[in-house]
């Protein structure tokens, strides 16, 4: 095996091994978006509700409230995404046992990378839910203030 083989396979597996440590941040990001919401959600309507003179104050917490509902589900749509492909060892040694050596490195790694960019892809549609979710959430506690002020100062 040549050095250039061996570079490549450590730069795939690196890669690979990488968007692993990807998903599982992205996966705790996403179960601490849901229970942000979720608490945030149940503070909210516990403590919410009370009579308000002003009207538009009870809607705008309305509103934050349903927009925390949506971060928490967007937070569980990031999580839904579990369906990875991993390579697949007897695939893999199927294919290409009988081929030379080369070949066999050359297979390793476009498997190798064809698995990375199935994990990125994966990966990057969990970003976009996380942060619509994470600006579903700010919005949402950003509309629950109001309400929460007005009873201090009046």
């Known amino acids: 095996m040549t050095e250039f083989e061996k ?11 990488a968007e692993i440590e990807r998903r599982r941040d ?9 229970s942000t919401a979720v608490l945030l959600v149940i503070i909210s309507i516990n ?8 009207l ?12 925390i509902i ?9 999580l839904w995404l579990r369906k990875y492909s991993t390579p697949d060892t007897w695939k893999i ?13 050359r297979g390793l790694v476009i498997t190798l990378s064809d698995t990375q960019k199935d994990f990125m ?3 990057s549609k969990k970003v976009r839910f996380l ?16 309400k929460k002020m007005v009873f201090y100062f009046i």
């Not at 403590?47 to 002003?54: A, H, L, V």
């Not at 538009?56 to 927009?67: A, D, E, K, N």
């Not at 040694?93 to 490195?105: A, P, V």
């Open 7 to 17: 570079i490549m396979i450590e730069i795939s597996w690196k890669n690979y091994e």
């Open 26 to 34: 992205l996966d705790t990001k996403a179960s601490l978006l849901v």
């Open 47 to 54: 403590n919410g509700f009370e009579s308000s003179r002003f």
């Open 56 to 67: 538009y104050l009870t809607y705008l917490y309305i509103i934050g409230i349903f927009f």
């Open 70 to 78: 949506l971060a928490a589900m967007f937070g569980i749509f990031s």
């Open 93 to 105: 040694i199927n294919e290409f046992k009988d081929k030379e050596f080369i070949e066999q490195i």
């Open 121 to 123: 892809e994966k990966n």
């Open 131 to 146: 942060k619509i979710g994470y600006l579903s959430l700010l919005i949402g506690f950003l509309l629950l203030i109001p």
